[in-house]
């Protein structure tokens, strides 16, 4: 068995089909023994619903903790209040606490009043003074698109982690050595909380373009040159997403990090073979 720890990502099925990967990809990568699991949460708290209720199924085929994420822009504390309460109830104490996304047709000053969290420093306060909860935050190796620089950024990470964070995941990346230039900077800045790598297998690297767009994270030249003239989400290209997955986290395991959280996108091989290549062994259930 591998001494690297792992843990998965999954997200709320919005049809009968996304609900048939879902929990055909939940149980197959259960089995390789995660640290613990999470489910997203939508803009605004669209798929909250979606979210409990997807954590509720899963404990019921698990004891494996279990994660919810949850952003507080656009919803009011005792909204959020509420919702702690009813994860708590249902077994979930650990929280993945980020801003969160606008709802379509708004703006950040629709949010500004006393019943709003102004920053997430706040609401992990708030967190921490509600229950006994773990919180993990997020953080970007390149930047997050709204912040104005990488130091400001970091700063904003300090101060997540000082309202009482005791983990932090990042965002995906395919250079490794963004991952180990951003500790350095983080450790320089302060940051002594645990940073695990958030790794993202390539299941369709069009849609891959598009969202790394959107978020800043960089695809390197290399891995476009990898897709080139295969087809978008074809057994070949599996084949290169599996095999790239592999090197990234055999290289940073060999570098002395000791968790790697994998954003599944709800489907089970590529991690399953990584989990795998690093020596961890499925388990019948």
Request: proline content about 5%; glycine content about 8%.
């Amino acid at each position: 068995m591998s001494q690297t720890t792992i843990s998965y990502e999954f997200f709320p099925p919005k049809n009968d089909a996304m609900a048939e990967s879902l929990w055909e990809a939940v149980p197959a990568l259960m089995a390789y023994g995660p640290k613990y699991m999470t489910c997203t949460y939508g803009a605004g708290g669209s798929t909250k619903g979606g979210t409990l209720e997807t954590l509720q199924k899963m404990r019921t085929m698990t004891d494996i903790p279990l994660a919810a994420h949850l952003s507080f822009l656009s919803t009011t504390k005792a909204d959020l209040d509420e919702y702690l309460g009813k994860l708590w109830d249902n077994g979930v104490h650990h929280i993945v606490a980020l801003r969160g996304d606008l709802p379509k047709g708004t703006s950040f000053d629709d949010f500004l009043g006393d019943e709003y969290y102004a920053y997430t420093y706040d609401f992990i306060e708030a967190i921490k003074e509600k229950n006994d909860f773990k919180v993990t935050v997020g953080a970007y190796p390149e930047k997050h698109p709204d912040a104005p620089t990488l130091d400001a950024d970091i700063e904003h990470l300090r101060k997540k982690c000082h309202a009482g964070a005791d983990a932090i995941t990042t965002q995906y990346f395919f250079d490794n050595d963004v991952y180990f230039d951003f500790v350095e900077q983080c450790e320089k800045a302060g940051i002594t909380t645990p940073m695990q790598p958030g790794l993202m297998p390539i299941h369709d690297f069009e849609n891959l373009k598009r969202f790394s767009a959107r978020c800043d994270a960089t695809i390197p030249q290399w891995l476009h040159e990898k897709f080139e003239g295969l087809e978008n989400g074809g057994e070949d290209a599996q084949k290169v997403a599996t095999d790239i997955l592999i090197l990234q986290a055999e290289d940073l395991v060999s570098k002395g990090v000791s968790h790697l959280h994998f954003y599944s996108m709800n489907k089970a091989p590529i991690t399953s073979e990584v989990c795998e290549a690093l020596g961890h062994k499925a388990e019948a259930a």
